[in-house]
């Protein structure tokens, strides 16, 4: 065998005998078909929800489709459908359709603002002990999570959030669950 690729010397690529190239292992991000999109499997039990999987908001791979070269500009892009991209909002920040990846710390809290656009802050509240009173006292963090636009977020929902890389000065963290409230939203302590 070493002497059949020393004989080679074209420059494209030689297949080379007895290595089979097709394997046919199971990725984790799919991009089948046309109509489809690329999406990818966050881990930790964390399943792709439907509507990023079928939903119109775009991530950073079909973002990078649209763009091609610039006639004007040298080294510059433009996008090919304009109208099209205006309809289909993009979201590179997304987790399950985006160029950001989950590790670290897996947090739970109480949405308390959606104000910011894709982003919402969350109230996670615990019992801090003062050893000289024998007691505890109520505390509370707020925490600024990026909202993909695969979730529908109302004040008072749970969700679960991953720590990723920082996506802006504040945020910090990205949302992978959520679950919404039940009942009225009622102002009450809920240690996590």
């Not at 964390?46 to 040298?74: C, V, W």
């Not at 959520?178 to 009622?186: E, F, H, I, M, S």
């Amino acid at each position: 065998m070493a002497t059949e690729l020393t004989v080679q010397s074209e420059r494209a690529f030689q297949k080379q005998p007895h290595i089979f190239l097709n394997a046919k292992t199971k990725a984790k991000s799919k991009r089948v078909g046309k109509g489809r999109r690329w999406y990818k499997d966050v881990g930790l039990g964390f399943r792709t929800p439907k509507t990023a999987i079928e939903g119109s908001y775009i991530g950073m791979d079909d973002l990078q489709q649209l763009l091609i070269p610039s006639d004007t500009h040298p080294g510059a892009t433009t996008i090919k459908n304009r109208r099209w991209l205006i309809s289909n909002p993009t979201d590179k920040k997304c987790p399950f359709t985006g160029g950001v990846s989950i590790r670290g710390r897996i947090l739970t809290g109480t949405v308390v603002s959606t104000k910011m656009h894709r982003t919402l802050i969350i109230r996670r509240e615990y019992l801090h002990y003062i050893p000289k009173y024998n007691r505890y006292e109520k505390r509370h963090k707020n925490l600024a999570a990026h909202v993909s636009p695969a979730f529908r977020v109302e004040e008072g929902d749970q969700v679960t959030v991953g720590q990723c890389r920082p996506l802006s000065k504040t945020v910090r963290f990205n949302v992978l669950r959520v679950l919404p409230r039940t009942g009225k939203a009622v102002k009450k302590f809920s240690k996590f």
